[in-house]
Nanobody
C-alpha cells in the first residue's frame, strides 16, 4: 500500500510562485512513475507534469511549460511541483499520483492522461487571484 499526501497549496496573486509537495510513504521498492494533475471547477482533470522512474525524464502540458518544474527528492520520498508565473487559470485542485513501472524515459503527459494511475493523493487547493 502506498500513501500520497500533498501540501503547499494556498492563495497567491497572479505572477507569484508556489511550491507543492507530495510525500510518498508505504511500499515503494518497485520502480514507479509520478505525475501532478489538476482539476479546475467544471473542467476535466488533466496531467500538468510527469516524471519517469529514472527521476530525470520530465514532460509538461503546453499550458504550464516554461513555468512549472517537477522534481523528486528520493532521500525525502517527496515529489515537488515548483510553479512560477502563476495565472488565474492555474486555479485548481492539484493532485499527485503514482503508477507502478518505468517507461525508459517515455513516461509523458499523454500516457499520464490516458493510463490509469495506481495511487492518488487527496489534493491541495491552489487559488490565483488577478
Amino acid at each position: 500500500q502506498v500513501q500520497l499526501v500533498e501540501s503547499g497549496g494556498g492563495s497567491v496573486q497572479a505572477g507569484g510562485s508556489m511550491r507543492l509537495s507530495c510525500v510518498v510513504s508505504g511500499y515503494t521498492y518497485s520502480s514507479y512513475c509520478m505525475a501532478w494533475f489538476r482539476q479546475a471547477p467544471g473542467k476535466e482533470r488533466e496531467a500538468v507534469a510527469t516524471i519517469d522512474s529514472d527521476d530525470t525524464s520530465t514532460t509538461y502540458a503546453d499550458s504550464v511549460k516554461g513555468r512549472f518544474t517537477i522534481s523528486k527528492d528520493n532521500d525525502k520520498n517527496t515529489l515537488y511541483l515548483q510553479m512560477n508565473g502563476l495565472k488565474p487559470e492555474d486555479t485548481a485542485m492539484y493532485h499527485c499520483a503514482l503508477r507502478w513501472g518505468g517507461y525508459g524515459g517515455s513516461w509523458n503527459i499523454d500516457r499520464a492522461n490516458g493510463y490509469g494511475m495506481d495511487y492518488w493523493g487527496k489534493g491541495t487547493l491552489v487559488t490565483i487571484s488577478s
